[in-house]
């Protein structure tokens, strides 16, 4: 029996109050790096958006290298994503 009780085996189940806790900690802390990755990408995406708008509108401008430059941002920060 001292191999089992070395490997973490024991010959009763922990109570089900300690199990339950252990789970319910467990998920939420999944939930919240989900919920963090998400907001993560919601935040670059926006990024994007906002370097492509910027690109667009000096382009407009006829200021081609500062739009280029923009763009090129907004591509490297879409990669991100992906």
């Known amino acids: 029996m001292k191999s089992n009780a070395s490997a973490g085996f024991k010959s009763k189940p922990p109570p089900e109050g300690i199990s339950a806790v252990h789970g319910t900690t467990s998920a939420t802390?999944?939930?919240?790096?989900?919920?963090?990755?998400?907001?993560?990408?919601?935040?670059?995406?926006?990024e994007v958006h906002r370097l492509l708008e910027e690109s667009a509108?000096?382009?407009?401008?006829?200021?081609?290298?500062?739009?280029?430059?923009?763009?090129?941002?907004?591509?490297?920060?879409?990669?991100?994503?992906?």
């Open 29 to 46: 802390t999944e939930e919240t790096k989900e919920k963090s990755e998400e907001d993560n990408f919601k935040e670059i995406e926006e």
């Open 57 to 82: 509108a000096a382009k407009n401008k006829k200021n081609v290298s500062e739009g280029l430059s923009k763009a090129k941002e907004a591509a490297t920060k879409e990669k991100k994503i992906r």
